[in-house]
């Protein structure tokens, strides 16, 4: 009889272990995004194109300042960073019932980014090989912000009154 426990009990905790796994991991309701602590990362000012397992009728973002999402189809959204930080999506079925919940992790750009640091203050470039522009982000000083928005203003302005001349 004692040979028989020792033989039952790692068989059955052999063949129990991929049910009870399969029980108690959430089941991923998105492919082919990047993946970090079972949720999604995006980089500031980008977008990602993901991919749900099932079909999504409805899809909410918990802070839309932080990532906004763009329904593509039922099995395809974009996916925009916007600013830095942390939030969540909840994708429902066509019945309203949830079959995704994922974070969403929208980090700073590394590639092609320079922070000036000039005492406390921090000023944000984006740069090529050629040159790099102001790209204020969260935290950088109020001043440098708005310069950086009045000047993108007034090119825009320009830009809109040159292309009204010429017609």
């Known amino acids: 009889m004692r040979a028989f426990r020792?033989?039952?009990?790692?068989?059955?905790?052999?063949?129990?272990?991929?049910?009870?796994?399969?029980?108690?991991?959430p089941k991923h309701a998105i492919k082919g995004a990047i993946h970090?602590?079972?949720g999604l990362t995006v980089p500031m000012?980008?977008?990602?194109?993901?991919?749900?397992?099932?079909?999504?009728?409805?899809?909410?973002?918990?802070?839309?300042?932080?990532?906004d999402v763009t329904v593509i189809d039922s099995h395809h959204a974009?996916?925009?960073g916007k600013t830095?930080?942390?939030?969540?999506?909840?994708?429902?079925?066509?019945?309203?019932h949830q079959v995704m919940n994922a974070q969403i992790n929208v980090t700073n750009r590394?590639?092609?980014?320079?922070t000036l640091n000039r005492g406390a203050e921090t000023y944000n470039y984006?740069?090529?090989?050629?040159?790099?522009?102001?790209s204020p982000r969260p935290g950088d000083p109020t001043?440098?912000?708005?310069?950086?928005?009045?000047?993108?203003?007034?090119?825009?302005?320009?830009?809109r009154a040159a292309v009204a001349s010429n017609r």
């Open 110 to 114: 590394v590639v092609g980014s320079v």
């Open 126 to 134: 984006s740069c090529t090989q050629m040159h790099c522009e102001t």
């Open 36 to 38: 970090a602590n079972d």
């Open 143 to 159: 001043s440098y912000v708005s310069t950086t928005e009045t000047t993108a203003q007034q090119h825009d302005a320009n830009a």
């Open 45 to 67: 000012d980008e977008a990602r194109i993901i991919t749900f397992t099932q079909p999504v009728a409805t899809l909410f973002i918990g802070n839309t300042t932080i990532a």
């Open 78 to 80: 974009y996916l925009l």
């Open 84 to 96: 830095f930080g942390a939030t969540n999506m909840i994708g429902l079925d066509a019945n309203n």
């Open 6 to 25: 020792f033989v039952f009990l790692p068989a059955a905790i052999f063949l129990l272990t991929p049910v009870i796994a399969a029980h108690a991991a």
